[in-house]
């Protein structure tokens, strides 16, 4: 299993930029697909990107793309979500996750969060104006 902790969540100002980053412990994080969500107040948490345990394969959400970048640092255990452009409607907490996939293809990864066993606790993202 796997713990992970986010952070590098704070108030930012619309257009800027932010990375956040989660970082898992144990030895077995090269084998984890890991995933970016979040949830702003009064609505359920959505998918934002997601990158298979290879750090090779990036999936992401139409609202987020071609602004945010996930990557992965195996050697590090650490997952990031570069935020750029910021827009107000960014604002929610964020939440890294991961799936076990020691016997998936190194380019697997999924937007569903109902694969993902393991997940963090949450780092809040504030876009102002």
């Known amino acids: 299993q796997v713990q992970l902790v986010e952070s590098g969540g704070r108030l930012v100002q619309a257009g800027g930029s932010l990375r956040l980053s989660c970082a898992a412990s144990g030895r077995t994080f090269s084998s984890y697909a890991m995933g970016w969500f979040r949830q702003a107040p009064g609505k359920e948490r959505e998918f934002v990107a997601a990158i298979s345990k290879s750090g090779f394969s990036t999936y992401y959400a139409d609202s987020v793309t071609g602004r945010f970048m996930v990557s992965r640092d195996n050697a590090k255990n650490t997952v990031y979500l570069q935020m750029n452009s910021l827009k107000i409607e960014d604002t929610a907490v964020y939440y890294c996750?991961?799936?076990?996939?020691?016997?998936?293809?190194?380019?697997?990864?999924?937007?569903?969060?109902?694969?993902?066993?393991?997940w963090g606790q949450g780092t809040q993202v504030t876009v102002s104006s």
């Open positions: 996750a991961g799936v076990e996939a020691h016997y998936y293809s190194s380019n697997y990864y999924t937007g569903e969060s109902t694969e993902y066993g393991y």
